[in-house]
């Protein structure tokens, strides 16, 4: 079988309701979803060569929350997050994020977004995905995360507190994850807002050859163990701070667990368990 062949199976074998036009009741189409999955399985296994650990924490059913930081200055590890699930899952998974809302102001973007599930970040929207049992990804750092200059690929700003009550709202476990390699990818040196916003986008980062293009750079998804928080979602807004530092501990420790690991490896050396 080719590969083409192979990654058409893998769309249709999605347990998604898909009708017999092959869309399901969000509009996603499979059509759409074969052709950017060819796109998109070809970065990540020959340009980006992704190497994907711990992909046996996220369930293979139901819902869940896929919870991570962000790391360059374009949508890379979004991107290659959600074809970890669908390249590396048994059965295969569609993960569906939240967007910017500025992607959505772009007919084509918009078009292919909607079409593959990626749906506009409002919270209505992500309550109705998790209820439906779909898997679901947020970056809870947002826009100031892609933002990160160079020096700062490694760190975490502030994460947003809603992911945390949206979880307790639906029952979601939150499984963690570490994007690496993403800020070496798009090395950014500046973010020019004022250019940003007269393309319409929030910012546009810049590197040291200008452009954001990103540099064929291995990158890699370390995925952990699914936290899950007791609570109702309206608990106090300490309660749910709490829960969002314990997500965020989690995460920098993959982070780091993640560069100790591949430090080792270049180096020849086998870390101790």
């Known amino acids: 079988m ?59 059913r139901g819902r869940a929350m896929l919870v991570g930081n962000h790391s360059g200055g374009v949508a890379v590890d979004g991107a290659m997050v959600l074809t970890s699930t669908m ?43 998790l209820e439906d049992d779909r898997l679901l990804v947020v970056f809870p750092e947002g826009a100031k995360g892609t933002a990160k200059l160079y020096p700062q690929r490694y760190s975490l700003v502030d994460f947003g507190t809603g992911f945390i009550r949206l979880a307790l709202q639906t029952g979601s476990p939150i499984v963690p994850f570490a994007f690496l390699g993403g800020g070496t990818a798009v090395p950014t040196v500046f973010n020019a807002y004022t250019l940003g916003k007269l393309l319409g986008v929030p910012y546009v980062p810049l590197t040291p050859y200008v452009l954001p293009l990103p540099l064929p750079v291995q990158l890699e998804i370390h995925y952990g163990e699914p936290l899950v928080f007791q609570g109702t979602g309206d608990e106090e807004d300490h309660v749910i701070e ?27 050396r086998k870390l101790l368990p």
């Open 242 to 268: 709490g829960y969002v530092q314990k997500v965020k501990a989690r995460i920098a420790g993959l982070i780091e667990r993640g560069r100790a690991e591949r430090h080792g490896r270049r180096s020849g």
């Open 87 to 129: 390249l590396e899952m048994e059965p295969p998974r569609l993960a569906q994020s939240m967007v910017e809302r500025f992607l959505h102001k772009f007919p084509v973007s918009s078009l292919w977004a909607s079409r593959t599930g990626q749906f506009t970040g409002l919270p209505e929207h992500a309550r109705r995905l």
């Open 2 to 60: 080719s590969e083409s062949d192979s990654l058409e199976a893998r769309v249709e074998r999605l347990e998604l309701p898909f009708n017999e036009y092959g869309v399901d009741p969000y509009g996603i189409s499979k059509r759409h979803l074969k052709q950017a999955l060819q796109v998109f399985a070809a970065l990540y296994r020959y340009y980006f060569r992704v190497r994907c650990f711990g992909i046996e924490h996220v369930p293979p």
